[in-house]
């Protein structure tokens, strides 16, 4: 590890203690002599957001110095979980605090738990931008995210007689010491009003009178890199009423309304859209992604304008990521800047636009892919409307030129969507503007090509790219896994995997090594202990460590099949049920272990949270059964909870019907741990398969391009058997709640089953069965474990990181001199 100064802050363990225990007494305000875990956690995050002030200091003050292009990823949602283990494992002085703790008598992982998480995001696409954002510091390229600093960030799920309930999460309530808090940098952001036109210097222009304004505060997060100095930002915009806003009302004396209707404006970041299925062409989701796209842009073009006066350059000094199409308005408001603030001629301005854009896309399902009602966009964003039709008009115009009549191509590549309701396609809008559009694994870029945007992708197919999502070892192995970060050191020689993880695969060398089994198997038993107590505290479930933990943790969706899992629990309790004692002396017990929430408003997904309890609730009391087979839910599935989870986890699942996962960034976690992966050859496993080898993974199920003619033949419960008597038993109420889950069980019937369960069940069921037999061999288990963690290193969000920056951003490593 690096560093005892490196500032002006001294990091040995007495300057450490003597910093943890003034923030005590000047931060906290508690007595030194007198305080908790909770108070002690507040002061050391103080002492540790210190040290990253002084960092994020001198890394913006070389940035300005050098004036490289930057890269500014703007993003809706950041799941950024807890930061203090991550925070202190970067900057590298973790034994250094460890040891100033204990001197106080306190203990470093039990302070660390006092977190809570910050969760301004749903899933998948909101963990990629937190991992993502630690490596653009580790790797010293000079990026800025953007996004909304939410009050209440994605709801805390609290199970009542295995039902869902959704709370809301409070989560700045006791103060948040990761944040900077920048009264002076904010800008007013418009809405509503009309659009008139007006004559200058002899040219026309069109001007937009907004009628209402908020102002967008800035809260800055540094994001330290490891290993390196740099520390990068994560600058998030919170809604506060503005000085101009409704000034009339207190002239005219109504003060208590004009207070009342003043706080509205803060409404606008309130709270995260905990659905990430479909858009539903909300008003105030649109506010949100305006709002913090027009504060960023204004943050954007200051910067620039301190070293540049000519938009020219503006290309060759930044890069605009759109992360999904949820910012893509920030297309129309780079136009509308350009041409009416800036009055640049709208070819030019677009040429610009063109230049400097471009955007991932996260999703498969069409669903997902936003439009906005025409009416709703015209009323709260006027001007933009009319920019997005200009935009339209001049790509309807190229295409007619190159497809002349084909009315139907031009209408399905339009960015208006014709209808009862017509509508704007933000993803159309980005497909026109972004010089790359970048699918999230091969598979996934495919489906992009050959359905969701087939037309945009024979037009221009060089837009099209895709970069494997990956995750960050930092968080993901050194801090919730530091037993086995030891091992990987000791058995490679070094720490450098940790800035460069293809280091890892050496571990493939001492894959049947019997010194590294043993330490590798201890390692998984430690982790296993702490996710039992974790469990038992949780659910007052035991579990014997003799058992394979078997995980499924993401967000609940029938396309990411939890239903199959827990039909294939159905079947293997009644495998058990109905065997003698000599045949229950040869199961492989196993401990399965679900956890995810469900968006509010999604019955089917709720009706799958009961069904795990349901089943829960029987097998785990069943004394046929004892440690053959528990069933645990586990309740408000969150980062810091994945942390714990994924170490101790023997094997893990990952079910979508190929074809509906993008990427899945799990199994990367998974992976990583040296999880076995039980998946489907979907999105980013069948990268994996490829690297690992497919014989060090169990995979199962039918074949993306199988699923069209098997949907088309509706497969039938008749298919298999087993599949039709477990949903027989759930119909039946063996597990109770007959009514309830009737619906839940019709969406598997015979020409209703979309997610093709019944046709993939027989398969699943053999590889769960190989998987068994696996683990009977430990030896070979192991080794298949360390094979995974070795053949990781493609996983990393380093590599994904550095492919963006060359391939679609143009941006290169600005380094902080130490
Ligand atoms: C959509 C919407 C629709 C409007 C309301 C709010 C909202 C929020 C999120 C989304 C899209 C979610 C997309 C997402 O998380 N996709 C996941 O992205 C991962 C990172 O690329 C990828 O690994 C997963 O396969 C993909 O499902």
């Excluded at 996004?147 to 994605?154: H, I, K, P, W």
């Excluded at 800008?187 to 009003?193: D, I």
């Excluded at 896309?361 to 200009?390: M, N």
Aim: with cysteine.
């Amino acid at each position: 590890m690096f560093g005892l100064m490196d500032g002006f802050l001294k990091n040995d363990a007495v300057s450490l203690q003597k910093d943890i225990l003034d923030h005590v007494e000047y931060t906290v305000a508690r007595s030194r002599f007198n305080f908790d875990d909770f108070e002690a956690y507040q002061a050391l995050a103080h002492s540790v957001r210190d040290r990253l002030i002084e960092r994020w200091h001198d890394t913006h003050q070389y940035f300005k110095k050098k004036d490289p292009k930057r890269l500014y990823f703007l993003s809706l949602e950041f799941l950024m979980g807890r930061s203090l283990t991550n925070s202190v494992t970067n900057l590298g002085i973790q034994d250094q605090y460890a040891d100033a703790l204990s001197q106080l008598g306190f203990d470093y992982e039990v302070l660390a738990e006092q977190e809570g998480d910050a969760a301004l995001g749903n899933g998948g696409l909101a963990r990629l931008a937190a991992c993502q954002m630690d490596s653009l510091a580790t790797l010293d390229y000079p990026a800025w995210g953007y996004g909304l600093r939410y009050q209440y960030g994605l709801f805390r799920q609290i199970i009542v007689d295995g039902f869902q309930h959704e709370q809301p999460d409070f989560w700045l309530n006791f103060g948040n010491p990761w944040e900077i808090e920048r009264v002076h940098v904010s800008y007013p952001v418009k809405f509503y009003g009309t659009v008139e036109e007006e004559v200058l210097n002899g040219k026309t222009f069109r001007v937009w009178i907004p009628a209402e304004s908020v102002e967008a505060v800035a809260y800055d997060n540094p994001i330290p890199g490891y290993g390196t100095r740099n520390a990068i930002n994560l600058r998030l915009w919170a809604a506060k009423p503005s000085d101009q806003y409704d000034m009339e009302s207190y002239t005219t004396g109504d003060y208590i309304n004009a207070i009342v209707n003043r706080q509205k404006a803060e409404t606008i970041s309130n709270v995260l859209y905990p659905d990430d299925r479909s858009y539903q062409g909300k008003e105030l989701r649109l506010k949100q992604q305006y709002f913090f796209v027009s504060a960023s842009l204004q943050d954007i073009i200051r910067r620039f304008k301190d070293l540049h006066n000519n938009f020219d350059e503006f290309p060759e000094k930044v890069a605009l990521q759109i992360n999904d199409t949820h910012p893509s308005i920030a297309i129309a408001e780079v136009m509308r800047v350009l041409v009416d603030e800036e009055h640049l001629d709208w070819s030019k301005a677009w040429g610009i636009a063109c230049k400097i854009f471009s955007v991932t896309i996260h999703a498969v399902q069409p669903e997902a892919l936003e439009k906005v009602p025409i009416d709703l966009l015209g009323s709260v964003l006027p001007r933009h409307l009319e920019i997005i039709y200009e935009i339209n008009y001049c790509l309807m115009e190229e295409l007619k030129k190159i497809f002349g009549q084909d009315y139907d191509k031009l209408s399905r590549m339009s960015i208006i969507e014709e209808g009862a309701v017509k509508c704007i396609r933000m993803a159309n809008l980005s497909l026109a503007c972004c010089h790359t559009v970048n699918g999230v694994s091969r598979l996934h870029l495919e489906t992009l090509k050959t359905r969701v945007f087939k037309d945009f992708y024979e037009l221009w197919p060089q837009k099209f790219q895709f970069k494997t999502n990956g995750v960050t070892q930092r968080r993901w192995i050194v801090v919730s896994n530091p037993s086995l970060c030891s091992i990987i050191s000791k058995w490679l020689g070094t720490e450098a995997w940790i800035r460069n993880v293809d280091l890892i695969a050496g571990l493939r060398e001492y894959a049947e090594d019997p010194d590294l089994h043993a330490e590798w198997k201890n390692m998984k038993k430690v982790n296993k202990m702490r996710l039992a107590e974790y469990i038992e505290t949780l659910t007052s479930v035991k579990v014997s460590l003799d058992a394979m933990f078997d995980v499924q943790i993401k967000r609940i969706h029938e396309y990411k099949r939890q239903l199959l899992n827990i039909l294939g629990i159905i079947h293997r309790y009644d495998c058990i049920k109905n065997m003698d004692e000599s045949d229950k002396r040869r199961v492989v017990p196993r401990v399965c272990i679900i956890g995810g929430k469900a968006a509010p408003g999604y019955e089917v997904a709720k009706k799958i949270i009961k069904l795990c309890h349901a089943v829960a609730d029987k097998v785990n009391i069943d004394p046929d059964v004892g440690d053959l087979l528990k069933v645990v839910f586990i309740p408000d599935y969150n980062v810091s909870v994945a942390e714990l989870v994924i170490p101790g986890t023997d094997l893990s699942q990952h079910l979508s019907t190929a074809g509906h996962e993008a990427s899945g960034t799990g199994c990367m976690k998974f992976l990583m741990n040296g999880s076995l992966l039980l998946a489907t050859a979907d999105g980013s496993a069948v990268e994996i398969a490829e690297e690992i080898g497919a014989t060090n993974m169990f995979l199962f199920g039918a074949k993306v391009d199988e699923v069209p003619a098997l949907r088309e033949k509706g497969t039938s419960l008749k298919g298999s058997l087993q599949f039709a008597r477990v949903v027989r038993m759930v119909r039946d109420g063996h597990f109770g709640f007959k009514d309830y889950f009737k619906s839940l069980c019709e969406t598997v019937e015979e020409g209703k089953d979309f997610y093709l369960l019944g046709y993939d069940f027989a398969s699943y069921l053999e590889a769960q069965a190989t998987a068994d037999r696996a683990f009977v061999d430990q030896e070979k288990w192991t080794q298949m474990s360390i094979l995974s963690t070795a053949g990781s290193g493609k996983f990393s969000s380093d590599r994904t990181i550095e492919e963006y920056a060359e391939q679609s951003w143009g941006i290169e490593p600005c380094k902080c001199p130490f």
